[in-house]
């Protein structure tokens, strides 16, 4: 399973646009990840952990956003987690902070949310998130990507980085040290690193 997975991952790194930078930053600046431009999507970034805000329309632009990506155990909130047997879903959460960056775009609609699993990492695998905004939507689309929808919400995964998720949650985490989209409940991670955004497969 591993080699199989690695090998089409690394196939596929050619075809990507977005990477992740290989190795995890020290456990003291927590992990995030530069994003190519979200229209309308500018970043807040207070004593080095970075958060998304939503702040013009989305049709406007800005440079690029940073936001944290980690990998998290069962949220302890009391939030609806429950997902679809072997796909990957959105949790509530998730879906509330979609709304929340989609209230101020032009349309009113939640940017949709991409997932891709990429070689590299610690471990071997790191998650990579990435908003597609309105403008971006009608060519976001691949022929091996799936769409899951929650609530009028978009989980935009591709089939190969679906083999690596299996039946696993994102949410949106609130944390003292950081805010981000998170990976939860993974059941082909065999082992998570302590960056909280690697994990090796089963």
């Not at 949410?171 to 960056?195: G, H, L, P, Y």
Request: net charge negative; charged share 25%.
């Amino acid at each position: 399973m591993f080699s199989s997975a690695r090998s089409r991952l690394l196939r596929l790194d050619s075809l990507r646009s977005l990477a992740l930078p290989r190795g995890c930053p020290p456990l003291s600046n927590p992990p995030y990840v530069r994003f190519p431009a979200v229209p309308g999507v500018r970043h807040q970034d207070q004593f080095g952990f970075s958060s998304v805000s939503i702040t013009e329309s989305f049709d406007k632009g800005n440079t690029s956003t940073p936001i944290s990506v980690s990998s998290s155990p069962a949220s302890e909130s009391g939030r609806d987690d429950t997902v679809a047997s072997g796909v990957p879903s959105l949790s509530d959460g998730a879906v509330e902070r979609l709304k929340e960056l989609g209230k101020e775009s032009q349309s009113g609609e939640p940017p949709w949310l991409r997932l891709m699993v990429e070689s590299g990492g610690c471990a071997g695998f790191q998650y990579s998130f990435t908003l597609i905004g309105d403008s971006e939507k009608a060519d976001a689309l691949k022929e091996d990507d799936r769409v899951f929808e929650k609530d009028g919400c978009k989980l935009v995964v591709d089939e190969v980085s679906i083999d690596l998720l299996g039946g696993c949650a994102v949410d949106w985490m609130e944390e003292m040290i950081r805010s981000s989209f998170a990976v939860k409940n993974n059941d082909q991670a065999a082992s998570t690193c302590s960056c909280g955004h690697s994990f090796d497969v089963r």
